[in-house]
């Protein structure tokens, strides 16, 4: 059910996930040889209620947006090598995610495909401007169920990356 509501009323987004991390001789995150999944899903965007900031606050989580996403969705916020991240693109209508043995590109309204990639600054979409997109690390994920409806959904607290 939560699926359907967010496909008529949802932003159209990308999940953004280390799916198999490697790691260099110094124990560090290597983005270039970790393997990705990239998935277009559709969330429902909004700010953190004062009560929701306060509780993250003081564990440290600076949580600038919340997400509703679908129960379906696997998402991480202690994923091994890095946090999931969700892209957003403002003004998007459609984005198609596609895989070959190059990596993963993303097509925004059914321009130009840009190819997706993942460094220390956070997720790349090729040659397009850091500007036209807004990369956002998940921070802590919540299942939960709606309390009138008994949907049941999740609850993505996150924070803009640190290189955007």
């Not at 277009?40 to 606050?57: D, G, Q, Y």
């Not at 220390?120 to 919540?142: F, K, P």
Request: hydrophobic content about 40%; proline content about 6%; some cysteine.
């Amino acid at each position: 059910m939560t699926d359907g509501i967010l496909a008529q009323i949802g932003e159209p987004c990308l999940l953004v996930s280390v799916e198999t991390p490697a790691f260099d001789n110094y124990d560090s995150f290597d983005p270039s040889t970790s393997t990705l999944a990239v998935q277009a899903i559709r969330a429902l965007f909004s700010s953190p209620s004062e009560k929701e900031a306060r509780n993250l606050a003081g564990r440290g989580i600076d949580a600038t947006v919340r997400a509703t996403v679908p129960s379906t969705c696997t998402v991480q916020a202690d994923r091994p090598g890095q946090p999931d991240h969700v892209v957003r693109v403002p003004g998007a209508k459609t984005i198609a995610v596609a895989s070959d043995e190059d990596g993963w590109t993303v097509t925004i309204d059914g321009t130009a495909a840009y190819a997706v990639t993942v460094d220390e600054a956070g997720v790349l979409l090729g040659a397009l401007a850091r500007s036209a997109y807004n990369d956002l690390v998940v921070r802590e994920v919540r299942p939960d169920r709606h309390p009138f409806t008994g949907v049941r959904k999740q609850t993505l607290y996150l924070q803009e990356a640190v290189g955007a």
